[in-house]
């Protein structure tokens, strides 16, 4: 009898930690579902200004495409097709501005003899970076 009821008074202070084990874990997953609620929805927040923003960039990208058509039909047809000859094989980038004596494209710096030839050409010249070919568009921070 004595070993029945040392038995039974272990079995039931393993019964007592089981059950203060148990409620500490479901203290934790209340906690967790709090979290993770808090998680979810942070991320519809975040998912709906990010759809906001596609929504933003995708109009804008359809007036920069209709305002490329309009200006693409003015250039002439020889000068368009050398743009996208050198855009194809420089990830969609054709042509590249001179600034400061530095090709914006390949980031290069112009050597002089070329910086000289560029400030002799015609002002309706196609000037191509000796780099990366791109074509050189003048500006007034050119360094011509």
């Given at each position: 009898?004595?070993?029945?009821r040392?038995?039974?008074?272990?079995l039931?202070?393993?019964?007592?930690?089981?059950?203060?084990a148990?409620?500490?874990?479901?203290?934790?997953?209340?906690?967790?579902?709090?979290?993770?609620e808090?998680v979810?929805?942070?991320?519809?927040t975040?998912?709906?200004?990010?759809?906001?923003?596609?929504?933003?960039?995708?109009?804008e990208l359809?007036?920069h495409?209709?305002?490329?058509?309009s200006v693409?039909?003015?250039?002439p047809?020889?000068?368009?097709?050398?743009?996208?000859?050198i855009a194809?094989?420089?990830?969609?980038?054709?042509?590249?501005?001179?600034?400061?004596?530095?090709?914006?494209?390949c980031?290069?710096?112009i050597?002089a003899?070329?910086?000289?030839?560029?400030a002799?050409a015609?002002?309706?010249?196609v000037l191509r970076?000796?780099?990366?070919?791109?074509?050189?568009?003048?500006?007034?921070?050119?360094?011509?």
């Amino acid at each position: 009898m004595t070993h029945l009821r040392r038995r039974i008074g272990d079995l039931e202070d393993a019964e007592l930690e089981i059950m203060e084990a148990l409620e500490a874990a479901e203290a934790d997953r209340s906690k967790l579902r709090g979290q993770a609620e808090h998680v979810d929805a942070q991320i519809e927040t975040t998912t709906r200004a990010r759809d906001a923003q596609l929504e933003k960039i995708g109009g804008e990208l359809a007036e920069h495409q209709t305002e490329r058509s309009s200006v693409a039909a003015e250039l002439p047809t020889d000068l368009l097709g050398l743009y996208v000859k050198i855009a194809t094989g420089h990830g969609g980038v054709g042509a590249a501005e001179l600034r400061r004596r530095r090709c914006t494209g390949c980031q290069l710096e112009i050597n002089a003899a070329d910086l000289r030839q560029f400030a002799a050409a015609p002002a309706d010249e196609v000037l191509r970076c000796e780099e990366c070919s791109r074509i050189l568009i003048r500006t007034a921070e050119s360094g011509l």
